[in-house]
């Protein structure tokens, strides 16, 4: 489970990440339940900011938790290996792994540049890579084996995948907004629905 709130007294699991609210106004927070239906793990994320959460998944195995979202937290905890580890626009998406039991972050980075940037879904497939997705208002994302290079939108849809590096980064849309909802992984392809405005939007011919 994975949300925001404005509460200051969730009750976290011993030796969590971080105990204590410091969002201003919200913090990110993060939970899982046992099979006995006991809170096996809780705890808050984020910086002294806003703080949001959109998209959570589990490692194939269990071994990880990945959540993703919005952060308007300058210091936004982030990692010796984040792809990006300064805070840069009015609102910058990122993406974190912790561990199983909440008690150690694994990896975490921003993903933003100068404008307003979200990151909505992420998954990670059997091989332990991240494929987000997510929307941004900015155009100068260093693009890697893209599909679409040329930032068109008013605001437009992103595609990553995150191994030790960066493996693909793309945008995907026309000259107006598009804004993907949901996508899922299976058995190696990437499956994408959400809204497009813009009548060039590019389609297969099957």
Avoid at 138 to 167: D, H, L, R
Wanted: charged share 20%.
């Amino acid at each position: 489970v994975s949300s925001t709130t404005h509460s200051d007294d969730l009750p976290v699991t011993p030796n969590c990440i971080r105990a204590e609210y410091t969002g201003d106004p919200y913090d990110g927070f993060i939970a899982k339940i046992g099979p006995d239906r006991n809170l096996a793990t809780l705890t808050y994320f984020g910086g002294s900011d806003m703080d949001h959460v959109f998209g959570l998944c589990e490692g194939p195995h269990g071994e990880a938790i990945v959540f993703c979202g919005r952060t308007w937290s300058p210091d936004y905890p982030v990692t010796d290996n984040a792809f990006m580890s300064e805070y840069m626009g009015e609102a910058d998406g990122y993406v974190t792994v912790i561990d199983s039991t909440g008690t150690e972050v694994l990896f975490s980075s921003y993903y933003g540049l100068e404008a307003w940037d979200s990151v909505l879904q992420v998954n990670m497939d059997d091989r332990g890579k991240l494929i987000t997705t997510g929307f941004v208002h900015s155009g100068g994302f260093e693009m890697v084996n893209a599909f679409q290079s040329e930032y068109k939108g008013a605001s437009e849809a992103i595609v990553t995948i995150w191994g030790e590096e960066v493996e693909l980064n793309s945008y995907l849309g026309g000259y107006n907004s598009e804004h993907i909802f949901a996508q899922i992984v299976s058995e190696g392809n990437m499956y994408i629905v959400g809204q497009s405005a813009s009548p060039e939007f590019e389609v297969s011919e099957d």
